[in-house]
C-alpha cells in the first residue's frame, strides 16, 4: 500500500507542494487572525454567531489556544521535570506541588488567573486570552512532566556509564541520551495531554464569575452557546467539527511523531504503528519546497556550529593549560574548595527551603482569614458532598475499568486491530466529553436516571478513554518473544491473561488508573452542575459545590471546597497509588 502511495507521490511533486504551501498559509492566517483577536478591544460577555459559517474561524481560534497552551506545557515539563529528576531538593519541591496542582480542578485557577490578568491588560483582549491558555495548560501538564519524570529515573545505568566514558557534557547527555529515552512516553503522553485540554474546553472558553459572563470566541464558547439555547443545529455542527479537528491534529501531528519516536524504543515490540511511514512524512520527503526548507535550515545550523567549534578549538588550549595548573595545586586546596562548594550547597538548600516555608505561611494565613467565614453547617456539607463524589469517582473508574481492561489487552495484541482502532480511540479520548452531555442527559432522562447517578456515568464518558488508551499502550509493547514463549509451553489462555498479559500492562494500568480518578475529580464540576435546555442542573457533589461558588463569585467557599479536594486527592495518592506504584517497581518490573 505505501509503495503506491510513494509512487504516486513521485509523480505528483507539484500536488505535494501544493498541500505544504496551503498548510503554512493556514499557520500564518492563524497567527494573523489570533493576533488580531488578542489585540482587539476588551469585551466581557459577547455575543457568539452560531451559523455554520462562523466554525471554521472559531475552531481555528480553538487550536491556536490549544497549541499554545502545549507548547507552554512542554516547555515547563522539560525544565521542572528534568530538576525534579536530577535535583534532589527540586524533587522534593516539585513533586508535591505538581502532586497538588494536578488535583486543582480547571475552575480553581479560574478566579485569580481572570481578575489578575484582566488588571494587568484593562483595555485588551490579551488578559482573558490569557487567561484561557493558562486554564487549558493546567489541563494538559501535569501527565507530561510526570511522565518525563519517570522516562528520566528509568533510565539504565549502563547508558550514563556510557556517556561519561564518551565525554559528553551534561546538556550532550540531554539530548544524545535523555530526550531520546523519553521521547516515546513523551510523545504519547502529550497525546493524552492534548485530549485534557481539550476536555474542558467549553469551560475555559466560556465562564461566570460572580455577575460577569466570560466568552471568548471559540469552538468550546460555542459549544457552551448551542448548549444553553439548546440548537440542537450547531450542537451537531460543533460536534462534527470537533471531530475533524482532532482527527486532522492526529493525522498531521501525532501519527508522524508517534512513527518518529519509535526509532528511540530501548527494547522490541510488536508496535505495529512504527512499520508504516505516516502519510505526511511521505507527503514532506516528496514536497520541494520543505526540501528547500530543510536544507537552508541545516546551512544555518552547519555554519553556527562551525563558528562554534573555532571558537572552542581557540579556548581549549586554554582550558588545557588550566586544568594542568589546577592539577598541580596541593590536594589540600583542592579539599577546602570541595568543603566551600559543600557549604555553600547546603546554605543555598537551608535559603530555598526558608523561602518555601515563608511562602506556605503567607498562603495559609491568607486561605485562613478567607475560610474563616465559614461556619460549622458550611464544612459539613462540605465534607459530605465530598463523600458522595467521591463515591461517583470511584464507581466511574471501577465501570470504566470493567470493559476498557480486556478490550484495550485484546485491541493491543493483535496488529491488524491496532492499525484500525487506534485512531478511534484517539478520537474519543481526544474528543470534549462535556459536548456529549446533552445527549447523554437526554438518554439517562429516557431511562429515568436522577442526576445523583448520572453524574457518574458522565465522568465515566471522559475517564474510560484513559484507562482503555493505557491499556493499549501497555499490551502493545508486549514482547514478542514472551508471547511466543507462552505458546510454545502450550498454557491455558487463562494463564495468558493472568501470568502473562496482565502483569505486564500493570505498570500502565497503574497510570491509567491515577489519571482516570484524578481526570474524574476534575470532570465533577461540569458533571455535578451543568446548563441543560436552558435549565441549571445539579445535584450534590463538591464538584457541584465548586460550579456554584464560582458561578456566585463565592470565594470562601470556593476556596474550602478546593483545599479539601485537594486533600483528598493527595490523600487517596500518597496512601493508594504509591502503594501499587510500588508494587510496579518490585514485582512487575522488566529489567532491561
Given at each position: ?24 498559509g ?36 480553538s ?26 531538593i ?27 490578568l484582566l ?8 488578559g ?26 528509568s ?17 550532550q ?14 510523545a504519547w ?12 474546553l ?14 471568548v470566541?471559540?469552538l ?6 448551542a448548549?444553553?439555547?439548546n ?6 455542527a ?31 515490540s ?43 578549538a ?28 559543600m557549604?555553600?550547597?547546603k ?27 465559614l461556619?460549622f ?34 485491541i ?14 484517539q478520537?474519543?479520548?481526544?474528543f ?7 445527549i447523554?442527559l ?7 436516571l ?13 475517564v ?12 502493545v ?5 514472551l ?5 510454545s ?10 501470568r ?10 497503574v ?5 482516570a ?12 452542575y ?5 435549565e441549571?442542573?445539579?445535584?450534590r ?16 467557599l ?21 502503594r501499587?506504584y510500588?508494587?510496579v ?8
Amino acid at each position: 500500500m505505501y509503495s503506491r502511495v510513494v509512487a504516486r507521490l513521485e509523480k505528483s511533486k507539484p500536488g505535494a507542494n501544493t498541500v505544504v504551501l496551503a498548510f503554512l498559509g493556514f499557520c500564518i492566517y492563524g497567527l494573523i487572525a489570533t493576533a488580531k483577536q488578542w489585540h482587539g478591544p476588551y469585551r466581557s460577555g459577547i455575543s457568539l454567531d452560531l451559523s455554520l459559517a462562523m466554525l471554521p474561524l472559531y475552531a481555528t481560534y480553538s487550536l491556536f489556544r490549544a497549541l499554545t497552551a502545549y507548547l507552554l506545557s512542554l516547555s515547563f515539563t522539560l525544565v521542572f521535570g528534568y530538576l525534579a529528576a536530577k535535583v534532589k531538593i527540586a524533587e522534593k519541591l516539585i513533586v508535591p506541588l505538581l502532586d497538588i496542582g494536578q488535583s486543582i480542578p480547571v475552575l480553581g485557577f479560574l478566579p485569580s488567573l481572570v481578575l489578575g490578568l484582566l488588571a494587568l491588560f484593562p483595555d485588551s483582549n490579551v488578559g482573558l486570552e490569557l487567561a484561557c491558555i493558562i486554564m487549558i495548560f493546567t489541563g494538559q501538564v501535569w501527565n507530561m512532566t510526570f511522565s518525563f519524570i519517570s522516562s528520566l529515573k528509568s533510565i539504565p545505568k549502563e547508558l550514563y556509564e556510557m556517556t561519561e566514558n564518551l565525554g559528553l557534557s551534561r546538556f550532550q547527555t540531554l539530548l544524545r541520551l535523555e530526550l531520546p529515552c523519553s521521547a516515546t512516553g513523551l510523545a504519547w503522553n502529550s497525546l493524552m495531554s492534548m485530549a485534557g485540554g481539550w476536555f474542558f474546553l467549553t469551560v475555559c472558553e466560556a465562564f461566570i464569575l460572580g455577575d460577569q459572563n466570560f466568552r471568548v470566541p471559540g469552538l468550546g464558547s460555542y459549544m457552551a452557546v448551542a448548549i444553553e439555547n439548546n440548537n440542537t443545529q450547531a450542537i451537531g455542527a460543533g460536534i462534527a467539527t470537533m471531530i475533524g479537528l482532532i482527527v486532522m491534529i492526529d493525522f498531521v501531528v501525532w501519527r508522524p511523531v508517534i512513527a518518529w519516536t519509535g526509532r528511540f524504543r530501548l527494547s522490541e515490540s510488536n508496535d505495529s504503528l512504527n512499520r508504516n511511514i505516516p502519510f505526511v512524512s511521505l507527503l514532506l520527503s516528496e514536497a520541494s519546497v520543505f526540501k528547500k526548507m530543510a536544507e537552508f535550515s541545516q546551512k544555518f545550523f552547519r555554519l553556527r556550529s562551525e563558528k562554534k567549534r573555532a571558537m572552542n578549538a581557540n579556548s581549549a588550549i586554554l582550558l588545557r593549560s588550566t586544568k594542568r595548573q589546577r592539577s598541580e595545586q596541593p590536594i589540600r586546596i583542592s579539599l577546602l574548595s570541595r568543603m566551600g562548594q559543600m557549604g555553600r550547597t547546603k546554605g543555598l538548600a537551608f535559603a530555598i527551603k526558608s523561602l518555601v516555608a515563608l511562602f506556605v505561611a503567607l498562603i495559609a494565613i491568607k486561605l485562613y482569614a478567607l475560610v474563616s467565614v465559614l461556619g460549622f453547617g458550611d464544612w459539613q456539607e462540605i465534607f459530605l458532598a465530598t463523600g458522595l463524589t467521591f463515591l461517583r469517582v470511584i464507581g466511574a473508574v471501577i465501570l470504566g475499568s470493567l470493559w476498557a481492561i480486556p478490550v484495550g489487552i485484546l485491541i493491543g495484541l493483535s496488529p491488524r486491530l491496532t492499525r484500525l482502532l487506534q485512531p478511534v480511540v484517539q478520537i474519543g479520548a481526544s474528543f470534549p466529553a462535556p459536548m456529549l452531555y446533552p445527549i447523554a442527559l437526554a438518554f439517562f432522562q429516557l431511562m429515568h436516571l436522577s442526576l445523583s447517578v448520572s453524574a457518574s456515568l458522565l465522568m465515566l464518558l471522559g475517564v474510560q478513554w484513559y484507562i482503555l488508551f493505557n491499556v493499549l499502550a501497555g499490551a502493545v509493547g508486549i514482547s514478542q518473544d514472551l508471547r511466543e514463549s507462552f505458546k510454545s509451553m502450550s498454557v491455558s489462555k487463562k494463564s495468558h491473561w493472568l501470568r502473562l498479559y496482565l502483569p505486564s500492562i500493570y505498570p500502565s494500568l497503574v497510570t491509567g488508573l491515577v489519571t482516570a480518578a484524578g481526570g474524574a475529580w476534575n470532570a465533577s464540576i461540569v458533571s455535578e452542575y451543568l446548563i441543560y435546555k436552558g435549565e441549571v442542573l445539579k445535584t450534590r457533589g463538591l464538584g457541584a459545590m465548586i460550579s456554584q461558588a464560582t458561578s456566585q463569585g463565592n470565594f470562601s467557599l470556593l476556596a474550602a471546597c478546593l483545599m479539601v479536594m485537594a486533600f483528598t486527592v493527595v490523600f487517596f495518592n500518597r496512601f493508594v497509588w504509591s502503594r501499587l506504584y510500588e508494587t510496579v517497581e518490585t514485582r512487575f518490573r522488566f529489567e532491561r
